[in-house]
């Protein structure tokens, strides 16, 4: 190509650079017409460049066909190099040696080609010119590299030295947005990188043997990206880093292919000489060999010229994307050549950047070094990087990107296999507890860590290869040991189904040996073998427990992170073929398991034993099979029941019952008689005790107590799950209730069990009655039933034991829960209401057995410190109070007996908050004003407590009156921000605040204020919530019990009227209130002409928004006349002429408020009548009359 001279090339590239905006479609073209010397060159180059051309064209026009898209005939003569790479990859072979031939021709014009290129995948659809600059020390050349920028045509220009040119490219202002087709999204530009760096990698390829030794191709290149990689435009620093790296990569390749022809030459050379005649051939090779290694080290010099230009320039550059690009790719190079990079010198830059802020950087260094550490031989040439930087990497598994940690585990888990010197036990404890993470792709990661250091020793690991794994028991069972062994260790934090997931996809072959399991659950201590001890048995069943409910549901325990997954075919098919694998061994073998541990009193392993069948399938269980086995099964279930009296081993025997009676199983009529036959001894039982108990008198002995106590306790347990009212239950135990309370002698443990056996006879005859089944004499005798067992259960509450009186507490809250909202059935014939709706008696009952056993002190009457019972007593007092609520909610009681409970918000906020804050919100959405009525009349209730305290000379900065007004303060804060859909719940409150306040004359006499005056401080913690009209309806409210007397009074025991007065005519708003106060200084001309100008605008948008959808209120708020007092100050005199608009009762306010404020200093807010009357004419009268209805206030 003929490079034009400085003089012709300015003129013409300042002339194509106004061309440019006007045809961006033909740059490419005037590019080179700016750069070609003359006319005759030009056509020359245009006769050589079109048939390239139309290859191009011909070639994308095919791929383009295939891929169902079809090409304008205009786009398909303007193909490009960039375009190409756009399209897609597969046109890129003939594309580049289509390039070098044109390169082999006219160096120059391909040369330029491929910088236009490079600038084109940056992002700049401007336009490149050169200028031949011969000596590179002219002291022109910084006046040739400065940036310039034009300010008419908003392109910024740009020029890099390429020797022996100085590139000119001129780019939109907005380059610099980051939309460049690195980052740009669509189907256009997703593949673009890929296919980016797949061209620059083909083109070296193909040079490899040819031009990219001729040392002006690649040194002008990489002087191109040098000087790209260090502008300050993120897309160019960002396109020339990667392409230079995948230079680097792609020299590197050429580099290795160079050392096979060395070693091939040098073979060649070494058997010529051992021929002593002379030999041309020798010479040739040696020629040869020399040509290889000055290849070799030209390379080489590119390579540095590129590390030391680029690299060590952007691996830290401040954009990350840029320094990923560098660290993954410098991973490659230690792989691929790892004699010259794996060093300690290269490998620095990768430790040092584990420590870079983004979690993307972190990632790409952790894949390089994974793809060290798989190789053994590569480990060996680390073991200085290993040593200063382990650290670091074992920190980074507790990073807080999840992808970020799993790669550090994985790094780990190859330093074990290939280099487990260096990580010590504590080390490996650091990631052993990894395996109970909540995040499972890092508990996985874990698993496997673990599974190599626990199960691949060196004497076993090749046996645990084999896929015969039936053949070796003895490895599993020592592999069983070690796992249980380990999860003993870790029992401070370890729950056995975190332990088993983690590990299930690499160590399934022995988490579903269960075999081996019950072989050790079974072994007999006489039997000559180690056995296992207590602790070691319990920690195998409950991995056992956790490897069966795995196996059996298929998804990790609750709490770890999952996301969403779709269960394939493969999984589905294991899954199912694992359960039929369970049932089938468990079904035989759990009998004896059962046998052997209840027996000896092991109530956990009996319990997590007693879970197993819930997992079973026996649908497709053969029916011999199964008689035998269930039987088996029912019998020792039956011994247990009968034995055991814990209340978790009998929970998990009802459960297995029922799980076995299942109606899609042939089970069920086995199951159901085995279980009637149980009931019926059970309950054969309690009634001989029973018939005992009562013939004696109802003295219970010590025996007789414990069997009693035994027989309720299975029938009560059972019965939760059971429907056993076909024994008719009720009246004997209602009986043994009655007695208790007759005498006192019943236990009360007794009378809690009879208590709960009685909740559950009524509760399954109300499901039977709710189901339509029942005949109106069961339904009458269920509603006698009811009454009687609420009867009993009230009488309980005054009873001695803690015990008894809580649960019949809430036994009594379920039942009225139940029942207050129970209706008969459609069709029924009762003539009195089914529902129980409680009297105010029992109520109040409630109310005060609330108060009186939850809202206590933490350890009152319990001198232990122990924080477990702690806790204990209070979750139990919790329970109490949320049964309570929930009447209140439900609307059972009435909301007014909430008041007592409010009241305790504050001092019992940190162990009762949440409960009283739910039950607040709840009743506010039930009825917002009788929600209000309960906060106020609980305000009430405190102020008289305190008055009743303090007497008339009540100290209003007291700890006590400061708690009402917090209380206050948090109760107003609960209504939220929309004042619109609470004002006729804020409006009674004010008013029954306003009538207390006033209600009782002060006994000092006349002259002083009244004796409830200090609870208007109070009540003006809910003026915030008041609208601006809603607070001038309540001022004349109050003006009613104002007295002029009391209006001109100023001492401090009158403050509390001052400041409720005060804080109801406070309407001052940001935007449309400005106020006289002394305090704050006038504002200047230029403020106020940049406040008018902000007014306007904001005025201008809200009125091309349209005031669509808004009611009257939020109307009169951007009106222009609320804007006018801010705009316009209100001198005195004027103040005066608006003031006589106003009634006369209002002009009393106002001289009454004015003098308030001359006496006490304090800022008042000018009384603006105008704007207010515009505000009211605009809302809706509708709304103005309901509050002057609820405050019983004439419109007129």
Known sequence: MMIAEPELSSKVSLQKENESHSEPDNDLENQRRGSAGSLSSWKRRRRSLSEKSRRRASVCSHQDRRNGRCQRDDDIEAVTLFEVVRMGKSAMQSVVNDWIEEYKQDRDTALLDLIIFFIQCSGCKGMVTAEVFQNMHSPDIKRKMTEEFDEETGLQYKKFMVYPWILNVTWPLDLDSGDYPLTMSGPYWKKFKSNFCEFLSVLIQHCQYTIIHDEYLMDTVISLLTG???????????????????????????????????????????????????????????????????????????????????????????????????????????????????????????????????????????????????????????????????????????????????????????????????????????????????????????????????????????????PERKEKPTCNLNHLLTLVNFYQKSEGNAQSAYLVDSLWDCSAFILKDWESMTALLLEDEDSGKEALTSLQKKALVEIMLSTIRQAAEGHPPGGRCLGKKIQMTKERKSQIDDRAKLTEHFFAILPQLLAKYSADGEKVITVNLLQIPQYFDLEGYCTAQLEKHLDTLLKQLKEIVEEQTDSEVLEFCSKTYLVLSNEEWATQDQVDSAKHQLFDQLVTRFNRVLRDFLHKGGQFGDTESYQMWCALKRITTFHNAHDITRWNLLNNTCKLLKRALENGNVPEQIIVQAILCSYYYIMWQLSKVSEGDSSKSVKVSLRKQMRGFCHICRQFLNNPSSTVKEQAFIILCDLLLVFSHEEPPIGSEMVEPFAYIPEESLQTELVTFVLDHVFIARDSGHPDNDEECKVGRLHKRR???????????????????????????IKYYIDYGDIIKETLSRTRQIDKIQCAKTLIQSLKQLFNELLQGQGTSLDRWSQQFTSIKDLARRFSLTFGLDQLKTREAMAMLHKNGIEFAFKDDNPKGKGQPPLNMAFLDILSEFSPKLLKTDKRTVFNYLERFVTDQMAAENGEEWLPLILYRRSLLDCRDDDTVSTNSSDQSALSPVQAQFKSSSLKRRLQIEESNGHVGLNEEQHAKISPRSLMPQLTPVGPGEDEKQRVHGTKEHSLETVRMQSLSSEYGTTTMENTDKLEEGVTTKLAEGDLDDVNEILDIDND
């Open 228 to 466: 790209l990689s260090d502008s300050q435009v993120r897309a160019f620093r960002h396109t020339s880093t990667l392409a230079a790296m995948k230079l680097m990569t792609a020299l590197i390749n050429v580099t290795l292919s160079l050392r096979v022809q060395l070693q091939n030459s040098q073979r060649q050379c070494e058997v010529e000489m051992f021929d002593k005649r002379p030999n041309r051939r020798l010479e040739t090779f040696l020629q040869k060999k020399k040509e290889i290694i000055e290849k070799k080290e030209n390379i080489e010099n590119l390579m540095n010229a590129i590390f030391k230009g680029i690299f060590l320039h952007r691996y830290r550059d401040a954009l990350p994307e840029i320094r990923a690009i560098c660290i993954e790719e410098i991973g490659i190079w230690m792989k691929s050549c790892s004699d010259r990079f794996l060093t300690d010198s290269y490998l620095k830059y990768v430790g040092w950047t584990l420590h870079d802020k983004q979690s993307d950087v972190r990632l790409k260094c952790l894949i390089g070094l994974l793809g060290l550490y798989s190789d053994k031989e590569l480990c060996s040439k680390m073991d200085l990087f290993t040593c200063r930087f382990k650290d670091r990497i074992i920190s980074m598994t507790l990073d807080k990107e999840s992808e970020v940690a799993v790669q550090a585990i994985k790094v780990l888990t190859l330093m074990l296999e290939n280099c487990e010197e260096f990580l010590t036990s504590h080390d490996c404890e650091q990631l052993y507890q990894l395996v109970y993470s909540a995040q499972r792709p890092v508990a996985l990661a874990a698993g496997e860590f673990l599974h190599r250091k626990l199960f691949c020793s060196l004497e076993s690991e090749v046996q645990d290869e084999v």
């Open 879 to 905: 329970n109490l109070l949320a049964a309570f609520c929930k009447l209140i909610v439900f609307s059972v009681v009435e909301m007014d007996i909430a008041a007592d409970i409010f009241k305790q918000y």
